[in-house]
């Protein structure tokens, strides 16, 4: 209930009709639920379901465009190849033959990692199994013409949800859909695993699925919604249908950081195809998006975090986060650690360090050798009460701060993104990119704090540049944005052809 609430205040807060419902209210809108079983919940009136199914949705919009003219469709040609020189993309090869483009978008779901690695680059994303079950008939909206009658049940902590599909009559309807994401042990799939058309019993994105993989949380769902054990199971329609996890929770947008005008759309759910798709648009046509990317810029992961085994351990994590339990916006995660350490990280370690990490660099926070400091400057250092915001942060830290106000201490910067940029054209570049005057009469070894542009003048990044030599500057760039931003300014530096050499 405390989660809930929390929930509530924060979508309040973000202008949202959301707000806690009593145990008879959540009856009388989800009348399948046993009532003694609930506390309370949290009612959603604004909410949005994909209706009818995201199949026939997104088969439509196909079909719309279709008959527009402006989409020609190859059904069953499979993409075999990309072909690229000097940098750029220039045709896709196919099994009925060669598509000349220099332009190519990559929305192929499951697939789209096996596209990748045809530019030899990889995308931190892995299919996963998502349990979905069907109970019926179920006939309470029989006639109505409805695709769904009740509110989706939402029963996170058991990871799961419950919804009817609405008349008979429509596509799937006349029965309980009972969906479940695995929390325990996530059966991720390699999409070079995925069966061929023809090979699996439906779609290649449909997988078997036996009852023992569900039965323990089935039966916690039995007790709150007896009607799973009323009605019978449709063996034959339930199925595991396969998901996109990512390394970071996060889709990938945008262009390819190796070649140019590859195009990427990946791990995005049906909700979100027309935002993304309009986000994509603008990058494509204006070069810039009308909202902020950066959380899913492609460009955000470095090379090491795109290993198979970065991959594989992240995703894994990121699968059994999905519903339950409730994930804090400083959840550290567990795997993929210890990639990048500073030669002074030994050092932390034995000061009792509390680690925390950021694009793979192991950070400390604070420092158990210090709580000593806690007792000095207990008046001023505030006690967070509430549990949810005490979590992942160190008291310690203030004061440590408190400290190094009054005297002096030595802090750790070698997360931060270290970039150089020489060359004829290095100074037209930065003076091009900056707020600030970087260049002209800017002195050699002078240390400027400043923002990066884009071409509508947007703020791209926050950083500080370091006049090196005439023709040579150093960027230090925050270490999440850090490759995100040097691959941008490589383009820059592209798409004017300007003579510069930018080295990580």
């Not at 690229?84 to 483009?101: D, F, H, L, N, P």
């Not at 009658?149 to 309980?176: H, K, M, V, W």
């Not at 799939?189 to 036996?210: A, F, N």
């Not at 990048?340 to 050092?347: E, H, V």
Request: aromatic share 8%.
């Amino acid at each position: 209930m405390a989660e809930l609430k929390r929930k509530v205040s924060s979508g309040r807060a973000f202008g949202t009709n959301v707000k806690m419902i009593s145990a008879e209210e959540t009856k009388e809108k989800m009348p399948l639920i046993e009532q003694d079983m609930v506390q309370g919940a949290m009612w959603d009136p604004d909410a949005g379901l994909v209706i009818p199914r995201s199949q026939t949705v997104a088969g439509k919009l196909v079909d719309q465009a279709e008959a527009s003219g402006e989409l020609k469709v190859f059904q069953n040609t499979e993409a075999t190849g990309l072909k690229i020189a000097e940098g750029r993309i220039q045709a896709v090869e196919t099994s009925r033959g060669t598509i000349a483009a220099d332009a190519v978008v990559v929305c192929a779901g499951l697939w789209g990692r096996l596209v990748a690695q045809m530019a030899g680059e990889d995308l931190p994303i892995m299919p996963v199994d998502h349990p979905l079950s069907f109970f019926g008939p179920y006939e309470e909206f029989a006639g109505t013409g409805k695709e769904i009658g009740y509110p989706l049940l939402r029963d996170q902590g058991n990871s799961a949800y419950l919804r009817d599909t609405g008349d008979p009559t429509t596509a799937e309807g006349g029965q309980i859909e009972w969906g479940y994401y695995e929390e325990k042990d996530p059966r991720l799939v390699h999409p070079k695993d995925l069966l061929e058309k023809g090979e699996s019993h439906w779609s290649p994105s449909q997988r078997d699925l036996e009852l023992e993989q569900i039965i323990e949380p089935l039966e916690r769902a039995m007790e709150l919604t007896p009607i799973l054990g009323e009605l019978g199971w449709n063996e034959r329609h339930s199925f595991n249908g396969l998901l996109q996890v990512t390394a970071d929770g996060g889709p990938s947008i945008g262009e390819s950081p190796k070649t140019r005008g590859l195009w990427y759309a990946e791990a995005v759910w049906v909700k979100d195809g027309p935002g993304v798709a309009k986000v994509l648009v603008d990058m494509m046509t204006d070069g810039v998006a009308e909202m902020d990317i950066n959380s899913i810029d492609i460009a955000r992961y470095y090379p090491m975090q795109k290993t198979p085994e970065y991959i594989r351990g992240r995703c894994y994590e990121s699968a059994f986060k999905i519903y339950n339990p409730a994930v804090h916006n400083r959840e550290p995660y567990t795997q993929g650690r210890g990639l990048r350490r500073s030669p002074f990280w030994q050092r932390e370690e034995e000061l009792g360090g509390y680690f925390m990490e950021l694009a793979g660099w192991e950070r400390a926070h604070g420092y158990a050798a210090n709580e000593h400091l806690l007792e000095k400057y207990a008046d001023q250092v505030p006690v967070r009460e509430n549990k949810w915001d005490n979590r992942h942060f160190w008291r310690v830290s203030n004061a440590e701060h408190l400290a190094m106000s009054e005297g002096a201490g030595m802090i750790n910067l070698s997360h931060f993104a270290v970039y150089d940029v020489s060359g004829n054209d290095a100074e037209t570049l930065m003076e091009y990119a900056c707020v600030a005057k970087v260049g002209g009469t800017t002195a050699i070894g002078k240390g400027i704090y400043t923002h990066f542009l884009d071409q509508e003048g947007g703020v791209r990044a926050d950083l500080t540049v370091l006049r090196l030599a005439e023709d040579r500057f150093r960027i230090v760039d925050g270490a999440d944005a850090g490759n995100r931003d040097c691959v941008w300014l490589q383009r820059m530096a592209q798409d004017h052809n300007w003579s510069v050499f930018i080295e990580d």
